[in-house]
């Protein structure tokens, strides 16, 4: 059995040294930390969460789960197609495979992280959400 949260924190950890082939394209760590610089000098920010400790990772912080969730979340994802799009080339366009990437990992986990809800009717039926 996999350890979950492990593995999100090693795929996290391994993104920041790294680039990542996925679907034939280059996810760059370098996209988030971009959209991270732009985004907090806004006034009404994409990704409330990041903050600058996501990024000056100490010992404690590299084994922290909530901080490698709080990055490779559809927040983090929807943000940097936000501005992929937005004109003044915020984002260079390649930044989209880095957006499906962390859009990737964030739908992994969560399928890992599942319960099962009952529904009260003439069938019991579970759903794995």
Known sequence: MYDPPQLLKSVRNNFR????????QLAKWEHVKSFYDRDSQQKV???LKLKLIHFLLNNLK???VKIAAQILSPNVAAGICCYVTLP????PPEAVATAEFVEFVDKLF???NG?????????????LI
């Open 17 to 24: 040294r790294y680039v990542v082939q996925f679907k034939g």
């Open 45 to 47: 920010r994409l990704a």
């Open 62 to 64: 590299k084994i922290n």
């Open 88 to 91: 003044g080339n915020f984002l």
């Open 110 to 112: 969560d399928s890992c």
């Open 115 to 127: 319960h099962i809800v009952s529904h009260s009717c003439c069938m019991h039926v579970n759903v």
